[in-house]
């Protein structure tokens, strides 16, 4: 079955750049239709996509955090790396991955992450 | 991008329905027939409950139903259950953007 998992610091501090990666299971990032992307969740509000990674290496981003976002991933070792820079405590948010087709049909447990000094 | 509009609150006794409502523009949910539906319960991942407007992943109830007119979808919970009570968030394809979510909905079984 499909199973995601978001690792990475719980704590960073202002100005400082968040690396977050979500390791997979169940399915391959080299498969025709395949995406996984991020989403993130400040503390009791909406959810926010962040970006997203087609199979292909095609990658897309929400235009009001693009200039600070960057998506790679790594098909070997099944890994989605999300990086964000400068970061603010507006930041603190619930970060999640998910697979893509044609939804985001499965998600990982979300990783909370605080900006804070 | 702006966030797709959704009324803040919902609710309905078990056994009723309920709407909720999901409206953006010509550029998300008018342009494309890609309106989602996750539910999330608290301190738990979304679940993805219909997608493409109206289909259904396997496993989920057919008590969930989706719709779309104009720049507006609908998701229709019928024969509410306590554990449908929930937050409801819709999501629609953008265009290069990808992806734009809704504020999100509180559904209250009284």
């Known amino acids: 079955q499909i199973t995601l998992k978001e690792s990475g610091p719980t704590l960073v501090k202002p100005t400082q750049t968040l690396t977050l990666t979500c390791t997979f299971s169940?399915?391959?990032?080299?498969?025709?239709?395949?995406?996984v992307g991020w989403i993130r969740q400040p503390p009791g509000k909406a959810l926010e996509w962040l970006a997203l990674?087609?199979?292909?290496?095609?990658?897309r981003y929400s235009p009001s955090l693009k200039s600070r976002l960057t998506i790679t991933k790594d098909t070997s070792k099944n890994q989605v790396v999300l990086t964000m820079t400068n970061m603010d405590p507006v930041d603190t948010a619930t970060y999640y991955c998910?697979?893509?087709?044609?939804?985001?049909?499965?998600w990982g447990q979300g990783t909370l992450v605080t900006v804070s000094s | 991008q702006s966030a797709l509009t959704q009324p803040p609150s919902a609710s309905g006794s078990p056994g009723q329905s309920v709407t909720i409502s999901c409206t953006g523009t010509?550029?998300?949910?008018?342009?494309?027939?890609?309106v989602s539906w996750y539910q999330q319960h608290p301190g738990k991942a979304p679940k993805l409950m219909i997608y493409?407007?109206?289909k259904r992943p396997s496993g989920v109830p057919d008590r969930f139903s989706g719709s779309k007119s104009g720049n507006t979808a609908s998701l229709t919970v019928s024969g509410l259950q306590a554990e449908d009570e929930a937050d409801y968030y819709c999501?629609?394809?953008?265009?290069?953007?990808?992806?734009?979510f809704g504020g999100g909905t509180k559904l209250t079984v009284l």
């Open positions: 990674i087609y199979w292909d290496d095609d990658k």
């Open positions: 999501s629609s394809y953008a265009g290069s953007t990808i992806e734009v």
């Open positions: 010509s550029s998300d949910v008018g342009g494309y027939n890609y």
């Open positions: 169940g399915f391959s990032l080299s498969t025709s239709g395949v995406g």
């Open positions: 998910a697979h893509r087709i044609a939804a985001f049909d499965y």
């Open positions: 493409e407007v109206s």
